[in-house]
Structure formats: C-alpha cells, structure tokens
C-alpha cells in the first residue's frame, strides 16, 4: 500500500469564476492561480503524485508554463491518475479538507463529492470531502485544501488481464 498527502492555497479574486473539486460553484470571487484556480484538485493532484513518488503538480505543470495558462485542472489530475496506474496501483480511498471562509461548502459538498468521483472513477463513498472555516488563522481571503490518498497495489496477474482486454 502507499499513502500521499498534497496541500494547496489559492487566494481570491474578483471577476474570477469559481471552482472547487471540478464544480462550478456560484459566488462573487473565484481563485486567482496560472490554471482554473481547483485547490481541492490541485491538492488531490499532489497526493496521488506523492504516493507513487512522482514529481509535484508544480514541477510537472510549471506556473511559467503558456500551456497551462486557465487550464482545466481535471488535466493535471489526469496525469496524476495515468502515473498511478502505470506504477500498478489502484486508489482505495481519498480524503480531504478545504478550509474557507466564504462560501459554505455544506450545500455543495455532496455535487462535489460527485464531480471527484467522476473525475477519479472511484464510487463516491471512497471520497471524504470535508469542510472548515479558518478559525483565528487570518486566511480570510483564501481557500487552503489538504488531501490524503491510499493506493493499493494490483496484483500482477490483474493487471496482465486488464491489460490484454485494452491493446494500445
Ligand atoms: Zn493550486
């Protein structure tokens, strides 16, 4: 088994649309950053690198970088789940925590536990998606998320089998 754990901030900005976990969430400032701004993704993204010590979201999708100018975060978190596979694991389970201000996360949490879930292709129930206000940490103005994974390893004759049933 391997564990990884990522963190990631992003600081609000006006005229910015906002997305938390791939989901379009209404509200009158979204999260500055060189790609979409998706803390709880970028977050997510790291620990799955992590686990199969890949290098990080920031190495391998450099902010200097044109390519990834509001880039759709789903694409880093793709990467990261390809690397996975190809290591021979499969994801257990994730779990995180955004912690922010403003919006409440609560009426959300649920649409958002759904878009992960599609977005990893795991069940829903594999997926904690938790949410706290930054008590007395002065971090009004940003969303911070922290996220661990569990991987499990495929046992080799699994993975021969499921790679016969794809040829590439
Ligand atoms: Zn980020």
Redesign the pocket.
Known sequence: MRIGYGW?S?EFKSQVPLKIGGLDIPHSKGLG?H?D?D?LL?AITDALLGAVAAPD?GTLFSPSDARWKGADSAMFLEEALRRVKAAGYKITNVDSTLILAQPKIGPHAQAIRERVSDLMGIPGDQIGVKAKTPEGMGTENAAIAHAVVLLEKVPHNVRRRSQKKSPR
Do not use: T
């Open positions: 990631d992003h950053g790609s701004g803390v970028h979201i």
